[in-house]
């Protein structure tokens, strides 16, 4: 399931607070995906990563109660309980993050929490929903096998990178542009896991190993800190794509005198020149950058205006937009 799907489904399950549980290969969002649901729902958050936690952080016993005779629990201060600090009325998601690392012993009192909805007697407040993520145990990410009685008190949604949903939410937070266009050129890099690597190109090594250190690293250590990230294969063809990118026309020339600038036929030239035009696109020069734009071969300048307006939506009330977006009004994007 795509990311955007995902997202809508976990926010068409809220209202009845259906248990999910969402897997799929490392690196790809899924916690993200959640995150960004609790956001647009306007609901709590609690997040909770399993694999770092003990039986005892789900509540110990308490001995020092006034009857000797009996004894109840402590409760840990994340667990959105009725009547506790998490419970203001607007509900929330409890997040189990890395849920399938969890030995049995954690997923037995999960399992409780979903069906029953308390912990050690004391009731999960209203308007709470469970969701669990992890990886499956193809990934070899340390993952175990579930508990069958939590499994059957579950939705498991199976995550799908998705090449538009990630463009979007990469433009949305400021992936840097040359990260952007070259996984649109070779979208089979976005997400190409194989447990048997030591390293991979995932959605989050592409950002957090490669689009945060550029400019960071000197340029003599970019491949071996993109190859330590992505690995080997991503990282060389990626360190050739910046040479192109590098070497572009300038982009400022071009939006200067658009009928003049020289259109590049590789399409890897094509694909980084979209990506720099896209970033330098304001309401003042968009009627100048269309005009190029409409040089450009017609999957190009519709990728270029997708860019542009994504990055900026103004962009949809001028003019220009208007007059391009009727002579391509068959496109959907």
Not at 311 to 329: C, E, G, M, Y
Request: charged share 25%.
């Amino acid at each position: 399931m795509r990311p955007t799907l995902l997202k809508e489904t976990i926010k068409s399950l809220y209202p009845v607070q259906r248990t999910v549980s969402i897997e799929g290969a490392p690196g790809g969002g899924k916690t993200t995906v959640v995150q960004q649901a609790a956001t647009e729902l306007g609901v709590g958050y609690i997040e909770k990563h399993l694999p770092t936690m003990l039986v005892e952080d789900f509540g110990v016993p308490d001995m020092m109660t006034a009857n000797t005779s009996v004894f109840g629990y402590k409760l840990p201060d994340w667990f959105p309980a009725k009547g506790g600090k998490h419970d203001d009325g607007r509900g929330g998601i409890l997040c189990f993050d890395d849920r399938n690392q969890a030995n049995a012993d954690i997923q037995k009192v999960i399992a409780n929490i979903c069906q029953a909805r308390n912990l050690h007697g004391v009731p999960m407040a209203d308007g709470w929903m469970v969701i669990s993520t992890g990886n499956r145990q193809s990934d070899r990410a340390g993952a175990n096998r579930v508990l069958s009685h939590l499994r059957n008190r579950e939705t498991v949604l199976e995550f799908e990178t998705h090449l538009d949903d990630w463009s979007a939410w990469a433009i949305d937070n400021n992936v840097q542009p040359e990260v952007v266009s070259f996984i649109r050129f070779r979208s089979d890099l976005l997400h190409d896991f194989d447990p048997q690597r030591d390293q991979n190109p995932t959605p989050r090594s592409w950002v957090e190993g490669v689009s945060d250190v550029m400019g960071v690293v000197p340029p003599e250590a970019e491949y071996e800190a993109f190859k330590g990230a992505v690995g080997e294969g991503a990282a060389a063809e990626f360190v050739g794509y910046l040479r192109i990118y590098r070497k572009l026309p300038n982009p400022d020339g071009i939006l200067l005198n658009p009928t003049a600038g020289e259109v590049p036929t590789d399409p890897a030239t094509l694909y980084a020149l979209s990506g720099s035009l896209a970033q330098r696109c304001t309401e003042a020069n968009f009627d100048r950058a269309c005009t190029y734009f409409e040089r450009m071969p017609p999957e190009f300048s519709v990728l270029a205006v997708s860019y542009a307006a994504r990055r900026n939506p103004d962009l949809t009330n001028t003019q220009a937009f208007v007059k391009w977006s009727i002579k391509h009004q068959e496109v959907l994007f």
